[in-house]
């Protein structure tokens, strides 16, 4: 996944398994915003955008 650039040095990202389960949890920094999501199983997932905590938006996608 591609991210842009973070605005706020606190934002962060998740991404939730199909059962809830946080797969991964990873600061956005600005020279580095790719996630690697290769080592994923196969499935569907929630990527979650925050910041500080707070959640500022969500996106599902689905791995093949």
Request: positive net charge; aromatic residues 0%.
């Given at each position: 996944c591609k991210l842009e650039p973070a605005?706020?040095?606190?934002?962060y990202v998740e991404i939730i398994n199909s059962l809830g389960q946080?797969?991964?949890?990873?600061s956005i920094i600005v020279?580095?915003?790719?996630?690697?999501i290769s080592y994923l199983?196969?499935?569907i997932y929630?990527?979650?955008?925050?910041?500080k905590d707070k959640l500022i938006g969500t996106e599902q996608f689905v791995k093949h």
């Open positions: 605005r706020d040095p606190g934002m946080k797969m991964i949890q990873q020279t580095n915003n790719r996630i690697p199983p196969i499935g929630e990527l979650r955008l925050l910041s």
